[in-house]
């Protein structure tokens, strides 16, 4: 079910023409979307009028309803591509073949890999733009600054510069239709450590360049439209993107295969808490979303990984999580290790061998082996690893 944004007005020239998408549960085929997915497309009208981003697939019939009728009559003269990813530039070629005298505004990685998904023949309609370059389209001023890898090669974002909104393309972004009223941190933290994590430093280079503008508001292509409290948004994307905790907890992540494993997480939840830990979250990582485990432990400073041993090496959800946390670039945490095993316990070397390739991660000791089920020798292990995950609290 397509669903459009029903106040399109964001400011007097500035419309949004994007749509909700409410039918879809996997993201990129893989993030669950629980409450659905915005695809964000915007037209500013002026003496020329510049669409920025097309939109999904999913969403096409919407977004061409939301188009016409914000156009009333009038043509497009440019077509922004700040991002080539389908969800946002599926419709380039029917935009294309409908205006024939549409030019499109990329820089030169964009006009290298759109080749690879449209035969339009860009003769005479290909602006091709450069850092800091600008475009007059009356009252309004486009100026161009490029974001390599935040998360493609191609990407950049448009500043204009006469309202001060800048189009950020995925940056800012986050999961969850326009009308999903949720706290906007979660979904962005989720899809930002989903999406964009494994690129820190790009995101921070072009929070730099950004950082010299004068901004009033933020439009991204995924989420709602940003007004007001920039600073809180700058904020949490600089945290996520130097790989700080953002918070001060524990986030215990568990993979147990007949639930022995699973008491021992319990137990360990109480002790932390008991122990004065200001926040204890407990993972589930067979039943519970991958993507927002990966997002609680990037969150938190303090992680424990309790799993089972399997095939001479760990249960599987885990290695999968370690394995998503090594491709985002995790570091700068303290992790404890328990292990459980009922002959030849191997998830403990397993685990500490995925961490070891990781950046300034502090392995506490001490490391705990379990025989099956838990007895009071663990217990009093378990103790100890409290005491020194929350040394100095």
Not at 299 to 311: E, M, P
Request: with cysteine; aromatic share 10%; proline share 3%.
């Amino acid at each position: 079910m397509e669903e459009k944004m029903k106040d399109t007005n964001i400011t007097d020239t500035i419309i949004y023409i994007g749509a909700d998408d409410k039918e879809i549960r996997l993201f990129e085929s893989q993030y669950e979307v629980p409450n659905g997915m915005a695809y964000n497309s915007y037209l500013i009208k002026d003496e020329k009028n510049v669409v920025f981003d097309t939109i999904d697939r999913r969403v096409t019939n919407t977004w061409l309803e939301n188009l016409e009728k914000a156009l009333n009559g009038e043509k497009v003269d440019f077509l922004v591509v700040s991002h080539l990813e389908p969800d946002h530039a599926y419709n380039i070629g029917l935009l294309a073949k409908k205006y024939p005298n549409l030019k499109i505004v990329g820089n030169v990685m964009t006009f290298n890999i759109l080749p690879n998904f449209f035969d339009i023949d860009l003769t005479n309609r290909k602006v091709v733009v450069k850092e800091g370059d600008t475009l007059n389209i009356g009252k309004h001023t486009l100026q161009f600054f490029m974001a390599p890898m935040v998360h493609w090669p191609e990407v950049m974002v448009t500043y204009e510069q006469s309202e001060k909104v800048l189009f950020t393309a995925d940056g800012f972004g986050k999961f969850g239709t326009l009308d999903t009223e949720e706290d906007w941190d979660c979904e962005a933290r989720r899809y930002y450590f989903g999406i964009v994590g494994k690129y820190g430093a790009q995101v921070q280079a072009l929070l730099k360049k950004v950082a010299t503008l004068d901004i009033s508001m933020i439009c991204p292509l995924h989420g709602p439209i940003l007004k007001e409290n920039l600073e809180h948004y700058i904020e949490k994307y600089t945290i996520w993107s130097s790989y700080q905790p953002e918070d001060d907890g524990v986030m215990i992540a568990c993979a147990s295969i007949y639930g022995n494993t699973l008491e021992v997480a319990k137990k360990l939840k109480e002790m932390l808490e008991e122990k004065g830990a200001k926040k204890v979250v407990l993972t589930d990582l067979v039943k519970e979303d991958m993507a927002e485990a990966v997002e609680d432990a990037f969150r938190y400073d303090k992680v424990i990984l309790a799993a089972s041993s399997y095939n001479a090496g760990v249960f599987v959800p885990m290695e999968q999580f370690l394995h998503k946390l090594k491709e985002r670039n995790y570091q700068n945490r303290k992790v404890g290790i328990i292990e459980n095993g009922s002959w030849a316990p191997s998830a403990g070397k397993s685990m500490r061998n995925i961490l070891e390739e990781m950046k300034d991660i502090n392995i506490v000791e001490p490391s705990i082996t379990i025989k099956s089920t838990m007895k009071q020798e663990n217990i009093q292990q378990m103790e100890q690893l409290v005491d020194a995950m929350l040394g100095g609290e």
